[in-house]
């Protein structure tokens, strides 16, 4: 997951705000605590949803919520979700995806930057095994996805559906992993799947003009055929997209609803309804716009 599925801010309430603040700053500290003080800086919107999406569908959790003192601002206290099994699980996907985004940028950025995610790789790779050990399942999980989606990169498939289709099929697991029952299994591992079509279709649109810079893989970009020249090339490929982003958002939406939530459904509505569809706006803006913003 890489930032894509976060609420529209604007559109919640105070209190919901705050609340999902508190399960932000809860996730902070599940890291610090599970894997050491670096790993708050890998801290993601997505892996935030992922911990709610499980208190909210979860009769027996209790989370509980404590005013304190942030590293980031230590004179004010501020609500905080306590340690729980939702942040753990949350945290430990997190570190094992974060290894992964690691080793892939290992092989994708230029010289300099690859220095500095080689001095990440220690860390990653420690903070991955522990993670693993903690979830066997979520590890084998993803595991098969990345070593999928590497074969697929390394023969340049040009189909973006089978190109997202590792993404899907881990978050598909990953989602389905956090079931009491199986009606609920069900459920979950198809809006996880969709989920991940999203976060993948996303972020390949989004790194569409620095992966054709840099020579990078993007279904997008080897779909097209000839490489896009102009911004109207680029606005062009975007467009083609639109249609499969949208069916995909438009399945998902009605896969939650058959959810059923004990707790946090405004949060949940927001995120699903409106942040998404923010997110994908954010992304066909022009770029010029993106960059005024």
Aim: proline content about 6%.
């Amino acid at each position: 997951m890489f930032g894509y599925v976060l609420p529209s801010k604007g559109q919640l309430k105070v209190c919901e705000y705050e609340l999902y603040k508190a399960i932000y700053c809860g996730l902070c500290e599940q890291l610090g605590a599970s894997f050491g003080p670096f790993a708050r800086f890998t801290l993601s919107y997505d892996f935030v949803f992922l911990a709610l999406l499980d208190l909210a569908i979860a009769p027996e959790a209790e989370p509980a919520f404590i005013p304190k003192r942030c590293v980031v601002n230590p004179l004010r206290r501020v609500p905080r979700c306590q340690s729980c099994p939702s942040l753990e699980y949350a945290g430990g996907v997190a570190m094992m995806l974060f290894y992964y985004k690691v080793l892939d940028n290992l092989m994708d950025e230029a010289f300099g930057k690859r220095m500095l995610w080689l001095l990440c790789k220690p860390f990653a790779k420690s903070a991955h095994n522990k993670a693993a050990a903690a979830y066997p399942n979520a590890a084998r999980i993803i595991y098969d996805a990345v070593s999928r989606q590497s074969a697929l990169e390394a023969e340049r498939c040009d189909s973006v559906d089978a190109a997202a289709e590792p993404t899907a099929a881990a978050l598909a697991g990953v989602c389905g992993l956090l079931a009491r029952d199986e009606r609920q299994r069900r459920v979950l591992e198809r809006f996880g799947y969709l989920l991940g079509r999203y976060v993948y279709f996303c972020d390949a649109l989004d790194d569409l003009s620095k992966d054709q810079e840099q020579g990078n893989y993007n279904p997008f970009l080897l779909r097209a055929g000839a490489p896009p020249q102009t911004p109207d090339d680029f606005a062009q490929i975007r467009q083609e997209a639109k249609g499969t982003l949208y069916l995909t958002l438009g399945e998902l939406d009605k896969t939650y609803s058959l959810l059923k939530l004990y707790r946090y459904q405004p949060i949940l509505d927001n995120i699903v309804h409106l942040g998404l569809q923010e997110t994908v706006d954010r992304i066909f803006l022009p770029k010029e716009t993106k960059d005024h913003d």
